[in-house]
């Protein structure tokens, strides 16, 4: 079981910044891949990026070049920093740990609750 929990979400206008975190416990965090996705209201969850427990990174084209995935095992901690917001990035977003590569959600087992992120125009 590895619990998932984020942090950092808010309120931020457009054309700014925000990181996120997610803090891992339970089993070794070094050997999952690590994945965010997000949902924004009305619409299906999507896959924004991932960093593999190589440390190989992947994003959606919506975040290339604007958002990093970035993992810190020594302290079980994943990072999404965000640049260049825009209302379209208005979203819940999740954190998610898996052994499978892929962007699909069920290649990951274990979810965090979310934080918002709200991006004003």
């Known amino acids: 079981q590895v619990q998932l929990v984020e942090s950092g979400g808010g309120l931020v206008q457009a054309g700014g910044s925000l990181r996120l975190s997610c803090a891992a416990s339970?089993?070794?965090?070094?050997?999952?891949?690590m994945g965010w996705f997000r949902q924004a209201p009305g619409k299906e969850r999507e896959f924004v990026a991932h960093?593999?427990?190589?440390?190989?990174?992947y994003y959606a084209d919506s975040v290339k070049g604007r958002f990093t995935i970035s993992r810190d095992n020594a302290k079980n901690t994943v990072y999404l920093q965000m640049n260049n917001l825009g209302p379209e990035d208005t979203a819940v977003y999740y954190c998610a740990a898996g052994h499978i590569l892929a962007v699909a959600e069920t290649a990951y087992p274990y979810w965090g609750q979310g934080t918002q992120v709200t991006v004003s125009s």
């Open positions: 960093v593999l427990w190589s440390g190989s990174t």
């Open positions: 339970g089993r070794t965090f070094s050997d999952y891949n």
